[in-house]
């Protein structure tokens, strides 16, 4: 079992960096470039973003995706593990709940991330621009939320 893991790490890394690689963050390829979900052409168009804005937009976005990485490769790994442990008769419940702490200790830090993400878009943003985003967007719809397993809108649930 740990190695299935790690092979499906090893896919999920190398997909992240070569994705990267071309100049696209890993969400890219599903559609997620901007202040949310869409891209940043759209979003430059709908709050009239200026040239600078949009190309520090997309820096500070892909230093998010940068930053959190590793913590989001992790959770994918301890969920694999939280998942082997529930499906087994015999697994400690403490060990059960020690992986679940362990993995909402680690969302806890990316969704702080999230936060100074947000932050740094307000600092690039015009008052008139910031109304112009979506409430839900205040509310917990920071970027890498789709990455949750069976949470937000995810790939065919649109």
Known sequence: MRIIRIVYLSIFVLGALSAGALGQGF?????????????MEEWAGRLNLTEEQTARLQELRESYLRDTLAWRNEVAVKRFDLRDLLHNPQA?????????????????????????????????????????????????????HRMKPGRGRGMGRE
């Open 27 to 39: 969400h890219e390829r599903r559609g997620m470039m901007g202040p949310m979900h869409h891209s």
């Open 92 to 144: 400690d419940p403490d060990q059960i709940l020690a992986k679940q702490r362990e993995i909402s200790e680690l969302q806890s830090k990316i969704q702080e991330r999230g936060i100074h993400y947000h932050l740094g878009m307000r600092k690039i943003l015009t008052p008139e621009q910031i109304k112009l985003l979506p409430r839900r967007f205040d509310s917990g719809g920071f970027p890498g």
